[in-house]
């Protein structure tokens, strides 16, 4: 269960009444996104619903059925999620934001690469791109979905393309159990050779080839790659 000190709160107002509950901030993206996926004991910093809940106010059970139908707190707060707005302190907003800013900005760089030169955009570009292109982050929002937004604005002002490429990979028996790890993910196929070889065929984003021939190498000198036609 989250602290209070780390709360936030979601509100809703409804016949002239405010409504509010104390959530854990990084449960909200998921409850919304799939509310069954969420436990409650560990959404909640309290179990409650409230009018004020910096001021520990609470509602009449009579509001609580008028507005909800239900004294079910569980179903107050779906509904004040879904209807209502995630208030945050300026300090949380901030960090909140810049978080997701930075994870758009990881996904971009791992998917995307220059047209021109096949590699991906220096990580440092992209951030001044996406500065320069004045794109709003919303820290609840999909990350998905902002991606895609951020793809739309960064597109004038930097080449970007998505392409995806198939790797076939072959380690020795000893270094399978690490290089499974790392390929698993995306692995298409894989067989024992006679010799005792794994190999694999992987397809990523052409943005990881770099990454993920290093990653391997590191873990077999003698692993063998190579770039399969798509």
């Keep these: 269960m989250v602290s209070l000190d780390d709360a936030v709160i979601a509100r809703w ?35 409650d619903v409230f009018h004020d809940a910096r001021q520990g106010e609470r509602p009449a059970m009579e509001d609580l059925l008028s507005t909800f139908g239900s004294e079910d707190v569980a179903e107050a707060t779906r509904i004040i999620l879904e ?15 810049e978080a997701m800013r930075q994870r758009i900005l990881h996904h971009i760089h791992t998917e995307a690469v220059d047209p021109r030169t096949k590699s991906p955009h220096p990580r440092a570009r992209l951030e001044l791109a996406l500065e320069e292109s004045r794109f709003s982050v919303d820290p609840f929002k999909r990350l998905e979905a902002q991606v895609k937004d951020a793809i739309k604005v960064l597109k004038p002002l930097l080449p970007l ?19 499974h790890q790392v390929l698993r993910s995306d692995i298409q196929r894989e067989e024992w050779l006679g010799d005792g070889a794994w190999v694999a065929v992987v397809e990523v984003p052409a943005a990881r080839k770099a990454d993920l021939i290093g990653n391997i190498m590191r873990l077999d000198n003698d692993a063998e790659v190579r770039e399969l036609p798509s």
């Design 83 to 97: 209807r209502g707005s995630i208030q945050l302190t300026t300090a949380q907003r901030k960090a909140r934001v």
């Design 161 to 179: 393309s998505f392409e995806r490429i198939k790797l076939a990979f072959k380690v020795s028996g000893s270094a399978y159990g690490r290089a």
């Design 13 to 47: 107002e409804h016949g002239g009444k405010r409504y509010e509950v104390l959530l854990d901030p990084d449960m909200v993206e998921a409850f919304r996104e799939e509310p069954k996926s969420v436990n409650l004991d560990e959404f909640m910093a309290v179990e």
